[in-house]
C-alpha cells in the first residue's frame, strides 16, 4: 500500500480512537484498516497503537508519529494541487458546522463575500444545534458557543457574546418589570434544557464580579434558540440571550431589554479544528468568518 494511504488511515484510526469507525469513514474493510497499520509498523519499527477490546489509542511514539503524518499528508495535498490552481488561490471543499441562528441570520447572508473573494472553494454548511463531532462526521471546522469541555482540538477563541435579560411588551404588561434579582421570585422564565444533556439551564446574573444563579419558575420549557426566542416574543417569560440574537426585535418594540444592570456572564465563541495541520482554504475562511463574527456579534 501507498506510504501516503498507510498515513492516512492511521491518523482516521486515532482520530476515531476506533478501527471500525475509521473503516466505515474511509469506505474500507476494518481489515485493510487493521493491515495497514499493522504494515506501518512494521515500516517505522515502533508500536504505534495501543489496543483495547473497548479503544484503540495511540502510544507515545504514536503520538509524535500522529503529528508528523498530518503534516505529511498537508504538504502532500498541497503539492498535488500546485499546478491545477493558482497557489495563491485556495481550492477546494470545506465542511463547517456553526450554532442555528448565527448561521441563518449572520453567516448565510454573509457567503456570497466569500465566495467571490475565493471563487474555488466550495462551502457545505451545517446549520445545526447539535453537537457535531469533527471526526466521524468528517467536518473541517465547527464554531462553538460557551464553555468548551476537554478535547484534543485545536480551539481558536474568537470573541465573547453578550447575554441580555429581554421580555415581551405582553408580558411586562401582565406582570412588570423586573429590576433586580430579588424581584425574579415573582416572575416565570422560558427554561431553555440543553439539547445535549437535557439539563435545565439557571438564570444567572453577575454581582461584584461574582456569578449567581437561580432556578426560575417556568411553564414552557424548550430545546433550541428559535423556540426559546418564539415563546419569549409570544409572552410566556423571561428569557437570557445573545444580543445579537434579538437585536432586530429589540428595535422593532417586539422585545424589551430588563436588568441591564445585572447580565449573565458572556458567553466564548470558539473555532475548532480537527488538528494543527490544515489546508489553505481552512485557513482563509476562518480567518473571514472571525472578521465577519468580531464585526456582528461582538
Known amino acids: ?4 494511504d498507510l498515513f492516512r488511515i492511521f491518523a482516521r484510526v486515532v482520530e476515531c480512537s476506533s478501527f471500525t469507525r475509521a473503516a466505515h469513514l474511509l469506505g474500507v474493510p476494518r481489515s485493510s484498516v487493521s493491515a495497514a497499520v499493522q504494515e506501518l509498523e512494521a515500516r517505522v519499527g515502533v ?16 503520538l509524535v508519529f500522529y503529528e508528523r503524518c498530518q503534516q505529511v499528508i498537508a504538504d502532500v495535498e498541497e503539492t498535488e494541487n500546485f499546478f491545477r490552481q493558482n ?3 485556495p481550492s477546494g471543499r470545506l465542511r463547517i458546522d456553526v450554532p442555528g441562528r448565527i448561521g441563518r441570520l449572520v453567516i448565510a447572508p454573509a457567503l456570497p463575500d466569500f465566495l467571490e473573494r475565493h471563487p474555488h472553494i466550495e462551502i457545505d454548511l451545517g446549520v445545526t444545534d447539535r453537537a457535531v463531532n469533527l471526526v466521524e462526521d468528517s467536518v473541517d471546522c465547527v464554531l462553538r458557543v460557551g464553555a468548551l469541555g476537554n478535547s484534543s ?10 447575554l441580555i435579560n429581554t421580555a415581551s411588551p ?26 445535549t444533556s437535557g439539563q435545565i439551564e439557571a438564570w444567572e446574573w453577575v454581582e461584584n464580579g461574582v456569578v449567581h444563579s437561580l432556578p ?4 414552557v420549557t424548550v430545546n433550541s434558540a428559535e423556540a426559546y426566542i418564539a415563546c419569549c416574543l409570544a409572552g410566556l417569560g423571561l428569557i437570557q440571550v445573545p444580543a445579537y440574537d ?4 429589540l428595535e422593532a418594540g417586539e422585545l424589551v431589554e430588563v436588568m441591564p444592570m445585572h447580565r449573565a456572564r458572556a458567553m466564548p465563541a470558539t473555532l475548532l479544528y480537527p488538528h494543527r495541520q490544515h489546508s489553505r482554504r481552512l485557513q482563509v475562511f476562518a480567518e473571514w468568518l472571525e472578521t465577519l463574527l468580531r464585526a456582528e456579534l461582538f
Open 153 to 162: 482540538l485545536i480551539a481558536r477563541q474568537i470573541g465573547q457574546l453578550s
Open 1 to 4: 500500500m501507498d506510504r501516503i
Open 246 to 249: 434579538v437585536r432586530r426585535h
Open 47 to 62: 508500536r504505534l497503537l495501543h489496543r483495547t477490546t473497548r479503544k484503540v489509542a495511540p502510544t507515545q511514539d504514536g
Open 216 to 219: 426560575m419558575r417556568g411553564r
Open 87 to 89: 497557489p495563491a488561490q
Open 170 to 195: 405582553a408580558y411586562l404588561k401582565r406582570h412588570g418589570a423586573p429590576t433586580s434579582p430579588s424581584d425574579l421570585a415573582t416572575h416565570q422564565a422560558v427554561n431553555y434544557a440543553s439539547p
